[in-house]
């Protein structure tokens, strides 16, 4: 009696176990092509999504590398003004430091020695005057010599008025040497500045190479998402395929458990029978 309740226990068993296994796998094959037209929705809505994404991402680069373009065409120009400047103001300090020394030095060399000059004459016109002033006073000579304003006067006059130029070019000099002097410290500022500008325009010409490096992965990746939608369905298919391969392999492997499980059952019937017959 043990051994019939416990044959006919596990052929129960085994039958609602094989049963639940049929149910599950049926339910699966099922419930795997139910959803697959809304799982494909979700996953080309993603898909689209990161493309859009991607897209929009791609002009946001477009745009910003055209400003890194027009940021260095502004830089070319920048760079071009200032060699020119570079040239332009070497002239002119070149030409300051010339006029520093004709001025400061030349000139007012020239203008002393004039002054020299003229006061010499002086001396020598008032010499003149006065030699002139005696013989007009000789009355049998009848010469006439009274001028408004005697040579020596006016040439003493003009040597002085001459006083304070020299003083005036050498300062003058000296300003035109100072400012000659700037004008190179400021050369030499906007060629440094030249070269710093020139430098940054190499940085942003290597962040245009790294956005066009970023710009060729997001179109590889654009593609790979439309190469990935386009394939959906085909590969769902076969996702689905695959699994309903398996569930169906499960549920055969139900029915040979269902089988075993009734075979119990009927087994443990003919035994009892035979054992019946055997009695009598």
Do not use: C
């Amino acid at each position: 009696m043990k051994s019939k309740i416990s044959y006919t226990t596990l052929g129960k068993i085994l039958i609602v176990l094989s049963s639940l296994g049929l149910i599950f796998s049926i339910a699966g094959i099922i419930l795997s092509w139910v959803i697959k037209p809304g799982f494909q929705r979700g996953l080309s809505g993603i898909s689209e999504s990161i493309e859009d994404t991607l897209t929009n991402t791609d002009q946001g680069l477009i745009v910003l590398d055209s400003a890194l373009d027009n940021v260095n065409a502004n830089l070319d120009i920048i760079i071009s003004t200032f060699d020119n400047l570079d040239g332009t103001l070497n002239d002119i300090s070149s030409s300051m430091e010339s006029s520093a020394v004709l001025v400061g030095d030349d000139l007012r060399q020239t203008l002393i020695e004039t002054q020299v000059a003229l006061s010499s004459a002086a001396t020598s016109a008032e010499l003149i005057d006065r030699t002139l002033s005696i013989i007009a006073a000789i009355p049998f000579l009848g010469a006439k010599y009274q001028p408004e304003v005697p040579l020596h006067t006016s040439l003493d006059s003009v040597a002085s008025s001459m006083n304070d130029i020299p003083e005036s070019l050498e300062t003058m000099g000296i300003s035109l040497s100072d400012t000659s002097e700037g004008l190179i410290l400021l050369n030499d500022n906007l060629s440094e500045l030249s070269n710093d500008m020139s430098k940054f325009e190499t940085d942003l010409e290597d962040a245009q190479d790294i956005l066009g490096e970023y710009r060729r992965i997001i179109e590889d990746t654009e593609n790979q998402v439309r190469t990935f939608n386009k394939d959906l369905p085909r590969n769902l298919i076969l996702v689905n395929l695959f699994i309903t391969g398996i569930l169906f392999s499960l549920g055969i492997a139900q029915f040979i458990t269902l089988f075993q499980g009734i075979a119990f059952i009927e087994g443990e019937k003919r035994v009892v029978n035979l054992a019946d017959i055997s009695r009598e």
